[in-house]
């Protein structure tokens, strides 16, 4: 199998390298709210290049991908890729599936219109959150699922001419951005973010890994 993208040392210091080459990252990332329609966008890219940049992290949420179950639109992402080669740009892809900053925002509204298969995040008091579970398996499943659709039309369109150099997957992965933490601390609100989800399925996973826990003493 051909590897042309991939971290390995160069004096000293891991980089990317492509094509062999140590590649010098010089990128710029367009916000993902103006990237759904390709007017948005498209006018971008000569500024790109006039500040000098030699990649774009371009965001991909996945309800512009698949806005109907199964009814997969490419426009937006292949117009990207063509503009990208256009101007001589490598693209970094950022997957926007279920998760960004603890919101299902970039998900198709198939998804978070439907509460019963896509359960929500449930906090330590008992409210629902806006995030989607991320350990119940039907969400997991169908975001799998479009996700390796994904990547097969990547090797489709992309197999080739390695515009796609990377890819980052999610964005400011956390359950959900909590602002709440005990009166009077000093410790940076970070440390009081949710470190699990408390809906009925996660409550019973976890008293079930308790249980073996405790088994093995």
Same mark, same amino acid.
């Given at each position: 199998?051909?590897?042309?993208s991939?971290i390995?040392?160069?004096?000293?210091r891991n980089?990317?390298?492509?094509?062999n080459s140590?590649?010098?990252t010089l990128?710029? $990332?367009y916000d993902y709210l %103006?990237c759904?329609?390709?007017?948005?966008?498209?006018?971008?890219f000569?500024h790109?290049?006039s500040?000098?940049?030699n990649t774009l992290?371009?965001p991909?949420r996945w309800l512009?991908?698949e806005p109907?179950?199964?009814k997969y639109?490419?426009?937006?992402?292949d117009h990207?890729?063509?503009?990208?080669?256009e101007f001589?740009l490598?693209?970094?892809?950022?997957?926007?599936?279920?998760?960004?900053?603890?919101?299902?925002?970039p998900a198709p509204?198939?998804?978070?219109s439907?509460k019963e298969g896509?359960?929500?995040?449930?906090d330590?008091?008992?409210?629902?959150?806006?995030?989607?579970?991320? %350990?119940?398996?039907?969400?997991?499943?169908?975001?799998?699922k479009?996700?390796?659709k994904?990547?097969?039309h990547?090797a489709?369109?992309?197999g080739?001419?390695?515009?796609?150099?990377?890819?980052q997957?999610?964005?400011e992965?956390c359950l959900?951005?909590?602002?709440? $933490?005990?009166?009077?601390s $000093?410790k940076p609100?970070l440390?009081?973010?949710?470190?699990r989800?408390?809906c009925?399925s996660c409550?019973?996973?976890?008293?079930?890994?308790?249980a073996?826990?405790l088994?093995l003493?």
């Amino acid at each position: 199998m051909e590897i042309w993208s991939e971290i390995k040392e160069y004096r000293g210091r891991n980089r990317i390298h492509i094509d062999n080459s140590p590649y010098l990252t010089l990128g710029i $990332q367009y916000d993902y709210l %103006n990237c759904t329609k390709i007017e948005d966008f498209d006018y971008l890219f000569e500024h790109t290049v006039s500040l000098g940049c030699n990649t774009l992290f371009f965001p991909l949420r996945w309800l512009v991908m698949e806005p109907e179950e199964g009814k997969y639109k490419w426009e937006v992402l292949d117009h990207a890729i063509a503009r990208c080669r256009e101007f001589r740009l490598r693209m970094s892809l950022l997957w926007f599936g279920t998760n960004q900053g603890g919101s299902s925002r970039p998900a198709p509204a198939w998804v978070t219109s439907d509460k019963e298969g896509f359960p929500r995040i449930i906090d330590e008091k008992g409210r629902e959150r806006d995030g989607l579970c991320p %350990n119940n398996r039907n969400t997991l499943e169908t975001e799998k699922k479009s996700f390796n659709k994904l990547l097969s039309h990547l090797a489709e369109v992309d197999g080739k001419d390695h515009t796609v150099i990377m890819m980052q997957i999610e964005n400011e992965v956390c359950l959900y951005m909590s602002h709440e $933490q005990p009166e009077g601390s $000093q410790k940076p609100i970070l440390d009081f973010w949710p470190s699990r989800c408390y809906c009925s399925s996660c409550n019973a996973c976890m008293k079930k890994k308790a249980a073996a826990s405790l088994s093995l003493v």
